[in-house]
């Protein structure tokens, strides 16, 4: 059985629809979720769906029984919340049994600067003393963290940030949806470590170069001083900790903390990974 926790999200929903176009039999996988009503199709697919509530532990035991290789998805939410559900989730994994687990961290995690990779840090510290059988799907940056509000943007005719000149080797959540599949459909997994990111890194003036030439409108880069980019997001009403997490991963991009890029993701999918052109399009479809 493989366990896949966050299965109502938009990552863990694709890792399932992966899973099945793989072949995996729908009775084979299980979607872990917080509200079972909104896996009602894929139920109706013939996967099982199991109450998993973070915040309550009890119900992880239950959702991770039987499991030979469980998806540990990262949560969302502020970062002390976040180590809390990790650890509770590992140590639910350690006392069932789980025989793989499988973690969505972040792309050079031991030494990322990123203020979220402390989250990630932690927890594959817990995965590892837990002695689970484990492998580490250590993900770049989606990007679609730039691309979702790109409509928006091509309106107003600016992208705003804070991050320079600097360069995001992405990947698109597709991408590294799929590859957590490829891994969760392979054996012999247990100490891989995959560090995966795009095979090109852009900036943001080049986000809106792109965005300009498909919609034929004037788009700019307008990059701003950390606080004031901070005051614009907290004016469109984000929560706190997602504007920190924003403003902060700007910054450290404008000092290079995700342009490297590695062939890991490629070499999973058996192909290149999504350009930045064709997410542009995606989006601006959307």
């Known amino acids: 059985m493989i366990v896949v926790t966050g299965a109502t999200g938009q990552f863990g929903r694709q890792v399932i629809e992966h899973l099945l176009q793989r072949g995996v039999p729908a009775d084979r996988i299980a979607a872990a979720v917080r509200t079972p009503a909104k896996a009602a199709d894929l139920a109706a697919r013939g996967v099982e769906i199991r109450l998993a509530d973070y915040e309550r532990p009890e119900t992880l035991l239950t959702a991770f029984d039987g499991a030979d290789k ?145 919609s034929g409108r004037p788009v700019t880069y307008a990059d701003l001083p950390a606080e004031q980019y901070r005051q614009i997001l907290t004016g469109a009403g984000l929560p706190d900790f997602v504007t920190d997490l924003i403003v902060d991963a700007d910054v450290q991009v404008s000092h290079g903390a995700l342009a490297h890029v590695t062939t890991d993701l490629s070499a999973l999918l058996g192909r290149p990974t999504t350009p930045l052109s064709a997410a542009v399009t995606q989006a601006l479809a959307a």
């Open 70 to 214: 469980l998806l540990l998805v990262s949560s969302t939410g502020p970062d002390d919340a976040r180590i809390a559900q990790h650890r509770a989730a590992v140590e639910a994994a350690a006392k069932t049994g789980v025989g793989l687990i499988a973690y969505t961290s972040v792309t050079g995690a031991p030494t990322n600067p990123l203020g979220l990779a402390r989250v990630h840090r932690d927890t594959e510290e817990a995965i590892a003393d837990s002695g689970l059988p484990a492998v580490l799907l250590r993900n770049g940056w989606y990007t679609e963290n730039y691309t979702a509000t790109l409509p928006d943007a091509v309106a107003r005719g600016a992208i705003a940030g804070s991050a320079g000149q600097g360069r995001v080797a992405s990947a698109t959540r597709a991408d590294y949806a799929e590859a957590a599949a490829v891994v969760l459909t392979r054996d012999d997994q247990a100490g891989e470590v995959y560090d995966l990111t795009g095979d090109t890194a852009w900036s943001l003036p080049e986000l809106a170069a792109e965005a300009a030439a498909q």
